[in-house]
């Protein structure tokens, strides 16, 4: 039997915090009691540590690892969950004109931001060979589907998307298990079920991209998905320059036009990908944003705000 909680103006809110993803993680919900509020947060965490277990690449025994094991010499059958990742990938690729490219992830090879320096010079041309989603071979004729990275040394690394992808899967199981007031929060990125009990939109801050004790803005939002990508959670500066995580696939090099960008999307999945894109377009990522149609706010490198449709609190 599936349990189930119908949310009620008489409903308190709760707030169950988990680590998962190398983030700090919430889900927040309306419920009787802490009890069932515990009992129903329960269900999100599962799907999250699931999905964490099924594609992270610090597992060996996660499909991600596997795939990128065969790297130059083995087919892999892929399930239908992975087969549907790995189509969004191919997705948001094409939109960004192959900015957006999971096999870019061997780039980290040679950024170590613990180290806080820039990589020697002649690292980065090997590594950027092993880059190319174009390049992927991939069997859709038979029963069940198979992928073969081409040259040994390539990885794929689901990290573009795969924690707004959990966000979302989280979101939908307690959806269907009632909850109707609530959100889930991974790290930042964040699947809003449903309004306060009250009806009041959830207000969430934007951190500031250079003073991490204060936002910048606070979103309302009673549905759907906040999303920011930004220069400031893993990086180094260097002679007054910043380098930050988020890699520009063609040249290696870390993204420097924005310092973040938040978009409110139907899914969070959208909403982080549309806000990566952007950032790896540089310049040209208002106009791609500006097509999108989805609300954004963005922050230049020169610390002027961009936004369209984003209400702020």
């Not at 965490?45 to 690892?65: G, P």
């Not at 959990?166 to 909850?179: E, F, K, N, Q």
């Not at 004790?213 to 500066?237: K, M």
């Not at 310092?259 to 969070?268: D, E, F, G, I, M």
Request: proline share 4%; glycine share 8%.
């Amino acid at each position: 039997m599936i349990d189930t909680v119908h949310n009620s103006e008489d409903d308190a809110i709760f707030g169950i915090e988990f680590a998962a993803m190398a983030s700090r993680c919430e889900v927040r919900l309306a419920a009787r009691d802490e009890a069932a509020a515990r009992a129903l947060a329960q269900h999100a965490v599962d799907e999250v540590r699931r999905i964490e277990k099924t594609y992270s690449r610090y597992r060996d025994d996660s499909i991600v690892s596997r795939i990128n094991a065969a790297a130059g010499r083995e087919w892999v059958t892929l399930d239908e969950e992975t087969v549907a990742l790995l189509d969004y990938a191919d997705e948001l690729f094409r939109l960004s004109a192959g900015r957006f490219d999971i096999t870019s992830g061997v780039l980290r090879r040679a950024w170590d931001f613990r180290s806080a320096r820039r990589p020697d010079p002649d690292t980065l041309p090997p590594l950027l060979d092993l880059i190319g989603w174009q390049s992927i071979e991939w069997d859709r004729r038979a029963i069940a589907h198979r992928i073969r990275l081409p040259r040994a040394g390539m990885e794929i690394d689901f990290g573009g998307f795969g924690k707004e992808y959990a966000v979302d899967r989280a979101a939908a199981i307690l959806a269907t298990r009632g909850v109707r007031s609530g959100f889930v929060n991974l790290g930042g990125d964040m699947r809003v079920i449903g309004p306060q009990p009250d009806g009041r939109p959830w207000l969430i801050g934007i951190q500031h991209p250079r003073d991490a004790t204060t936002t910048i803005a606070s979103i309302p939002v009673a549905a759907g998905a906040l999303a920011t990508s930004g220069d400031y959670e893993r990086f180094f500066e260097v002679d007054g320059k910043r380098y930050c995580h988020i890699l520009d696939p063609a040249s290696g090099e870390p993204v420097q036009f924005w310092r973040a960008v938040s978009v409110l999307a139907p899914l969070a999945v959208v909403a982080g990908g549309y806000s990566t894109i952007a950032m790896l377009l540089g310049e040209r990522g208002l106009d791609f944003l500006d097509a999108s149609g989805l609300a954004f706010l963005a922050i230049d490198r020169r610390g002027i705000m961009h936004r369209r449709d984003m209400e702020v609190g």
